[in-house]
């Protein structure tokens, strides 16, 4: 939101200036944020600052806010968390069973030994948190983000929730190696809130270390990053640091102990509230808790449903079921699959978080499974969707408590509807994948025609697509498919090819007013051609474990422009086949 502040606040600036009680070049926003009231996070200060003069008077002050130069006058705060939400009282810092609250009070564990900066978001620090690039250089910002330093007017807190995990409920689970350190609000208005992962033990940690190693950290990082840029929902990533304290680890469960690298990813979003953190509070029966808590996820996030509706409850429910269904939707168009879809890993906000052992499919397969301790298959690329819908059945229960048998009846019809809703959006993006436009009856045989034949002849999925963007009509024509467009050659092999193809050329006659050159434009705008790929990810980590760091930040580079050829990433080979070394590669399970 942006605010005006006129002349007589500048004037304050300058005199104290002039009085030498502060030094020249202090903006206006760091003055400001000192005057704020203690209840407001962030920055409110980062504002827009006018009055009427030339920048040459001594009383001028317009000019567009500069970004924050050092974290000296950058603020966060948990106010607005812990004045509405209940936090344990047990101040104490070790496991246990927590009751009647929604966060307890911990503090990170600083690393023992040095610590070192791997990369950074130029937008997340920019764009969301008022940062300049530079202060990333800083050792204020390598003592925060590692845990090592809070800042004024930040608790730490862990989020106590629970949640079925492989649909098995597991009762409390919660932050057991997070630490949320605070909310800032930047100069659009917007709160973000600020969570380190790998920060160190909080009250939920059960029998983990609290620890996150460096080879998981670089994989949630990039893909986190690479998620927001293929324009899905998700967490972002601010920061990755990594140390030489040691953490042990067995990475595939298989008895294999061995000795990483700990390290910690700043990680932001708006809400890191989950379907489990409602399902705990009605598990454990605290129902004026659960109210209390949904009255303020309603209130903070979800501006279209009315906080004093007696039928808030149920609006929520009906926006959480249809953006789930759109998000897992938007995996499936880009082949991703989670790999750990319990409840306390579902945002009630939609968005993807919770980075674990997770997959961009390459050959398409829908029993593609990223996480090899899955051995039931359930979490699999083509069950994402129901999986969806298990998991928002679990969060209806929870909230079953609070809806009188009218609301009860009403959720569930929404919840009824949303295979319909998935499918639908599963739908549009697919013939968007294929370039049609408008609606025509077969649209639906023609993918599924064309997902059996990448099946059967295993073509890489994110190609197959991409190249598809690429070639002209005349060339899927003639069907002498050019090697450069490997994916579809190795379709073209299949004896079915040919009548897709026909079909498919049939219908991309129907796109009315649409010339050949605007459709391949048009499908090389939503099939990228680059993904994070399991082993160009493990490629960047045997880089990071020997301390060069190049291939992350390559990778960094390469997925911020998904959809655009990339002369580095082309040598790199990250559009081309997978290579013989990493056919058999596993996604670890451990981090």
């Not at 004093?308 to 995996?331: H, M």
């Not at 029993?367 to 359930?378: G, M, Q």
């Not at 009509?473 to 003639?478: N, P």
């Amino acid at each position: 939101m942006t605010q005006r502040i006129g002349f007589p606040f500048c004037w304050l600036i300058q005199r104290l200036q002039l009085l030498r009680l502060l030094p020249l070049g202090v903006t206006c926003h760091a003055v400001f944020c000192c005057l704020l009231q203690p209840g407001l996070e962030g920055s409110d200060s980062l504002l827009y600052l006018s009055c009427n003069r030339s920048n040459q008077d001594p009383g001028y002050c317009e000019r567009e806010i500069r970004l924050a130069s050092s974290l000296d006058f950058w603020t966060l705060s948990s106010e607005n968390l812990i004045a509405m939400l209940p936090v344990d009282p047990v101040k104490e810092n070790y496991v246990r069973k927590v009751k009647n609250c929604i966060f307890s009070m911990a503090f990170p564990t600083p690393f023992k030994s040095r610590v070192r900066l791997i990369a950074v978001s130029k937008e997340v620090l920019e764009d969301i948190l008022d940062l300049d690039l530079s202060v990333s250089e800083t050792d204020d910002f390598i003592q925060l983000v590692s845990g090592e330093k809070i800042l004024f007017g930040s608790v730490p807190l862990a989020h106590r929730y629970g949640g079925h995990q492989f649909g098995i409920w597991a009762d409390q689970l919660g932050d057991g190696r997070a630490h949320l350190i605070g909310i800032y609000m930047n100069r659009q208005g917007e709160k973000w809130e600020l969570q380190l992962k790998g920060s160190g033990k909080t009250p939920y940690s059960r029998d983990g270390d609290g620890r996150a190693v460096l080879r998981s950290s670089v994989r949630e990082f990039l893909c986190s990053e690479a998620m927001h840029y293929l324009g899905i929902p998700t967490s972002r990533a601010a920061s990755l640091v990594v140390s030489d304290d040691g953490v042990w680890r067995d990475q595939f469960y298989s008895g294999n102990i061995v000795q990483e690298r700990g390290a910690v990813v700043l990680r932001v979003a708006k809400s890191w509230f989950r379907f489990g953190s409602l399902e705990i509070l009605a598990h454990d029966g605290e129902l004026d808790l659960l109210r209390t808590v949904l009255d303020f996820i309603i209130q903070e996030h979800f501006p279209s449903v009315d906080v004093k509706e007696p039928n808030r409850y149920v609006d929520f429910f009906s926006i959480v079921v249809s953006e789930t269904a759109q998000l897992i939707a938007l995996w499936m168009s880009v082949g991703f699959a989670h790999g750990v879809c319990n409840t306390d890993n579902f945002s009630l906000l939609s968005i993807t978080i919770d980075y674990g052992p997770f997959g961009f499919m390459e050959a398409y397969n829908p029993d593609f499974v990223p996480n090899t301790s899955d051995d039931e298959r359930r979490y699999k690329i083509g069950n994402q969707a129901d999986i969806g819908m298990f998991n928002l059945n679990k969060l209806l229960q929870a909230l079953n408590p609070l809806l009188d048998p009218r609301q009860k009846q009403l959720a569930a019809q929404i919840l009824e509807g949303y295979p319909d809703l998935y499918y639908t959006r599963f739908r549009e993006l697919f013939k968007a994948k294929l370039g049609l436009l408008g609606e025509r009856k077969g649209d639906e045989e023609l993918i599924a025609f064309l997902l059996h034949l990448m099946e059967k002849t295993e073509a890489d999925f994110t190609m197959t697509f991409r190249q598809l963007s690429e070639i002209t009509r005349d060339q899927l024509q003639e069907l002498a498919v050019p090697q450069q467009f490997w994916a579809l050659k190795m379709i073209s092999k299949h004896e079915l090819f040919p009548a897709w193809v026909s079909q498919y050329l049939l219908r991309l006659k129907s796109n009315r007013n649409d010339s050949d050159s605007e459709r391949r434009e048009r499908m090389t705008t939503v099939n990228p051609r680059y993904v994070l790929k399991n082993w160009m990810a493990e490629s960047a980590v045997q880089k990071a474990e020997r301390n060069d760091f190049s291939e992350v930040r390559l990778l960094q580079q390469v997925l911020q422009h998904p959809f655009q050829k990339h002369s580095a990433a082309e040598k790199a080979g990250y559009s081309s086949p997978t290579p013989s070394w990493a056919k058999d590669l596993r996604v670890s399970c451990s981090s």
